[in-house]
C-alpha cells in the first residue's frame, strides 16, 4: 500500500519564513526562534518554499 506524506516544514528561499505543520489545527504555524520571536520573513513575498522535485510525498510502494 502507498501512503500519502505530506511534508512537515518548509522554508521560503526568497525571505527566509519558516513554517511547520501544526496536526492539532491543521494548517501551518510560523516558528519561532530561541527567544521566542516569530521568523515570519517579508510579510510581502510571495513565498518560493524549498519543496521541490526532490521531494516524495510517496512512501511506501505498489
Known amino acids: ?14 525571505c527566509g519564513r519558516s513554517d511547520v505543520w501544526d496536526d492539532d489545527t491543521g494548517t501551518w504555524t510560523v516558528v519561532t ?6 521568523l515570519t520573513g517579508d510579510p510581502f ?3 518560493e518554499w524549498d ?4 521531494y516524495n510525498p510517496l512512501e511506501g510502494g505498489a
Open 1 to 14: 500500500m502507498t501512503t500519502i506524506v505530506p511534508p512537515k516544514e518548509r522554508v521560503c528561499e526568497r
Open 33 to 38: 526562534d530561541d527567544e521566542g520571536e516569530r
Open 45 to 47: 513575498c510571495l513565498h
Open 51 to 54: 519543496i521541490n522535485g526532490t
